[in-house]
């Protein structure tokens, strides 16, 4: 009697199941390093981002740099508060607009979050560069078929 082997998936299809299985080991791997700070890595993203604005910063524009959702954004900033690592505040000259900005605790807590993750080792360092390079051309060709997918189904040629 002959067994039947499963089919081997499409090259893209196996790609793509490894850059995702990896995306989930390196997150895990990176909230575990940040855990003893009181983060995730959601929320340095989020707090990296005020350190680098270097004032106050509109939610709008975190929404936008990290693609997510406001709901997202607006529970991890609530997170962030709660830990007392930034403070919310209406926009003064566009009252619909939320500006947040880092604390002096969020600082202390975002550069010892940088200082924790530049040390993060997940391959050898000729490999990590390799694989950078390899995954810059992998998103660029992505978004461009993306981009192209989108034109295509709004009747643009």
Do not use: W
């Amino acid at each position: 009697m002959a067994t039947t082997q499963p089919p081997h998936p499409a090259p893209a299809t196996a790609l793509i199941a490894a850059v995702l299985q990896t995306q989930k080991l390196i997150t895990h791997h990176l909230n575990s390093t940040l855990r003893p700070l009181g983060l995730s890595f959601a929320r340095y993203e989020v707090l990296a981002m005020m350190v680098a604005a270097n004032g106050p910063l509109p939610m709008v524009r975190i929404v936008r740099a990290l693609d997510r959702h406001p709901t997202t954004i607006g529970t991890l900033v609530d997170g962030l508060e709660e830990a007392g690592l930034c403070v919310r505040t209406i926009n003064r000259s566009d009252r619909r607009s939320t500006l947040v900005t880092v604390t002096d605790k969020g600082l202390e807590v975002g550069a010892s979050a940088s200082r924790a993750l530049d040390g993060v080792a997940l391959a050898d360092p000729q490999d990590m560069h390799r694989l950078h390079e390899g995954l810059q051309q992998l998103l660029t060709a992505t978004r461009r078929a993306s981009t192209a997918a989108a034109e295509m189904s709004e009747g643009r040629p």
